[in-house]
């Protein structure tokens, strides 16, 4: 039996669409110990998966954290390979901080670099397509999901979800409450139940929905990632903007209108499945009867 380490670190998008990646290194080591290391936030939703034998938490020492990087140094030794699908300048220097053992990803002496030129200009999924045929790895059917879809709370049909968050610190991203609050207006004039999801962080934009529309439901804070797998599972569609949830509800099969300023680039970075992109340079100016008319 060989140790298998991966490396997948975050945010919410990336990791869920590491999910392919992750079923395929699991299919080619059927046998092998393969443990995640990942951030905190994703942990149990990790650990309900059926990809991992172990989860190990990275707490992201700063580089002068000796104590810290010690504690770094022992989670990632004793491995006979290391799939780096975070391939960021930090998982770059772990390669190091490892003992250099063979490794698939971007650092510096990497036994199985991913070494496409155009990387960089690839969505993620076909880029790490692309990382793990260099590491032997050669088919990523879809995923098994069936573990994430029967979760979370059960809410009479039909209902859809709306996710008005994104970075706080990317406010370009967001589309105004208000708008949410008037689409949600316009779901229940169809009989069509809005929830308000997110973070708990989230709340004061949900409140924002409610003032607009009273009828919607605040679940902002209140289900875990994957309760929100399965709550997406079982809505009639969701909408939102470029957002970890919008990836998850994707994955989970959710028919999916995602919103895009000119702060990101879909070709890049959107959900995959069965989602429409919206891209207006200005989120702000995106209309209402627009996002309404993409729900056909």
Not at 26 to 45: G, K, N, Q, S
Request: glycine fraction near 10%; charge should be positive; hydrophobic fraction near 50%.
């Amino acid at each position: 039996m060989k140790r298998i380490l991966v490396i997948k670190l975050g945010a919410l998008g990336d990791f869920v669409l590491a999910f392919g990646p992750f079923a395929a290194i699991r299919a080619h080591h059927p046998d092998d110990h393969i443990v995640l290391l990942t951030t905190a936030p994703f942990a149990a939703l990790a650990q309900a998966s059926p990809w991992f034998d172990a989860i190990q938490v990275d707490r992201r020492p700063a580089w002068w954290n000796l104590r810290g990087l010690v504690a770094l140094r022992r989670s990632l030794r004793g491995f006979d390979f290391v799939y780096d699908l975070q391939t960021s300048g930090r998982s770059g220097h772990y390669h190091r901080i490892a003992g250099r053992p063979p490794w698939s990803g971007i650092a510096r002496g990497a036994s199985h670099p991913d070494a496409d030129p155009a990387r960089n200009r690839l969505h993620t999924i076909d880029r790490q397509r692309g990382q793990l045929a260099a590491a032997g790895i050669d088919a990523m059917p879809p995923p098994n999901l069936a573990w994430l879809l029967a979760s979370g709370p059960v809410l009479p049909a039909p209902y859809a979800l709306l996710v008005p968050g994104a970075a706080p610190h990317r406010p370009g991203k967001r589309w105004p409450a208000n708008a949410f609050g008037a689409l949600a207006r316009l779901l229940v004039d169809r009989g069509v139940q809005p929830v308000v999801v997110g973070a708990a962080a989230d709340s004061r934009l949900a409140t924002q929905v409610i003032a607009v529309c009273p009828a919607a439901l605040d679940l902002t804070g209140r289900t875990s990632l994957l309760d929100l797998g399965g709550l997406a599972a079982r809505a009639a569609f969701a909408v939102g903007n470029d957002t970890g949830p919008m990836h998850l509800a994707a994955a989970a099969g959710c028919g999916c209108v995602v919103l895009f300023g000119g702060d990101s680039d879909p070709a890049l970075t959107a959900p995959r499945g069965r989602v429409t992109v919206l891209r207006e340079e200005v989120l702000a100016d995106l209309p209402v009867a627009r996002v309404a008319a993409a729900l056909g």
